[in-house]
Structures are given as structure tokens and as C-alpha cells.
């Protein structure tokens, strides 16, 4: 619990009302994973009928819904109508973006920050939107570099900007709780470009 607030409402009621918010995959494909968390329990040589987790599969399931949601939302759905234009030509930088993905090798999350920078060039989108877009491409399964690559393109596409900066600091869980990494370390990506001017054979008569 954060704060005093959230008290009165249980974990579970939570994450329903995050959940809410999103895109839904469906109830067969939620009913697909449920059984799919059924067989986990199972394999890894639980008792999926014990008390505490029989609801576990469902929780689950629901769960990776909401990690997944990013597939079905779309950069044009989500930016539409917070575009300004503007005149501004200073760096404009969105930093502390609270960063939560899942490693697409292991179904394990990678949790960080995101910073994200431009330079505008007429078009400047809104703030929150920035922080919109790093979840879209989070809340799908990832790599950390791919994740880093793929905002950066997104705000290219959509402000055709000077230049984007992507800076993503995380923690991978699948290397901490595994061993593989000292539990302290923190993977540094940047990522930048600049707009290219334009190639003869992109000029059209
Ligand atoms: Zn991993």
C-alpha cells in the first residue's frame, strides 16, 4: 500500500480497476490462458486445488491481459487529438517514466525508467501521451533494446521531430531472481537519431 487511500480497496479490486482501463483481449482468449495457468500450477507439481490457489489461474489470467494490452492499442489511436502544433525548438524532455515490461525470453518483467527527449520541429505531443506511448510498447512482450528502438521510432513517425533521444534504465528480474546478474545491476540503453534529409529518390514530381 502507497498510501492511506488505497486501503478500502483490496489488491484484487485494483487491479480490476486498472484492468478496466484497458483494451480486452476477450473472454476465449482469457479462458485459453486460464487453463494454460491451470497446466503451469500443475506441471510445476502444485495443487491448483489447494486453497490458496484456486483462484490463481484466473487471477492470472487476467493479469497477463492487462501485460499484454499494449497489442491491441494502436500509435495513431493513442496520440489522436494530442497533437499541438508549436513553435517551440528547445529540447523537450519527458524523464522518469515509470517502465514495466516482461522479457520475451523468459515471461519474466524488466522494471525501470524511461526518458524520453526530442526536439521539436512544429509538431510537439502531449505530455502524458509520451508517458502512454513507453506503456503501449511495454505492456507487450520485449527486449529492452527493441522496446528503446520502437518508442524511438514511434515519436519519429508521429512528430517528425530534429531528433529523438530514449533513454531506458531497468532491472531484469529474470537475470536477478536466476542469478545471472548481481542483484544491484542496472542495464543502461540510449538511443537516438536525427531526422535524414531527404534521399534524391524520395522526391516526387
Ligand atoms: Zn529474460
Known amino acids: 500500500m502507497r498510501d492511506g487511500n488505497s486501503e478500502t480497496e483490496t489488491e484484487l479490486q ?10 480486452r483481449c476477450g473472454a476465449a482468449r482469457v479462458a485459453s490462458m486460464e487453463q494454460s495457468f491451470l497446466a503451469l500450477l500443475e ?21 497477463f ?13 493513442l496520440v489522436n487529438n494530442a497533437l499541438f502544433d508549436s513553435e517551440a525548438s528547445e529540447i523537450i524532455l ?18 525501470g ?4 527527449a526530442y526536439i521539436p520541429n512544429g ?11 513507453v506503456d503501449m510498447f511495454a505492456r507487450r512482450l ?22 529523438v533521444g530514449v533513454v531506458i534504465e ?15 545491476s542496472v542495464v543502461c540503453l540510449a538511443f537516438s537519431k536525427r531526422m535524414p534529409a531527404p534521399a534524391p529518390s524520395s522526391y516526387r514530381f
Open 14 to 23: 485494483a487491479a480490476e480497476r486498472r484492468i478496466g482501463k484497458i483494451a
Open 43 to 63: 506441471a510445476i507439481g502444485e495443487d491448483p486445488k489447494r486453497e490458496g490457489l484456486l483462484r490463481t489461474p484466473g487471477r492470472a489470467a487476467r493479469a
Open 65 to 77: 491481459e492487462f501485460l499484454t494490452a499494449g497489442y491491441r492499442q494502436s500509435l495513431d489511436e
Open 94 to 111: 519527458v524523464k522518469d517514466i515509470e517502465l514495466y515490461s516482461l522479457c520475451e525470453h523468459h515471461l519474466i518483467p524488466f522494471i
Open 113 to 116: 525508467k524511461a526518458h524520453v
Open 123 to 133: 509538431k510537439v505531443v502531449g505530455l502524458s501521451k509520451t508517458a502512454r506511448i
Open 142 to 163: 520485449q527486449i529492452q533494446e527493441n522496446l528503446t528502438m520502437q518508442i524511438a521510432d514511434a515519436l519519429m513517425k508521429t512528430l517528425e521531430p530534429r531528433g
Open 170 to 184: 531497468a532491472k531484469h528480474l529474470c537475470m536477478m531472481m536466476r542469478g545471472v546478474e548481481k542483484q544491484n
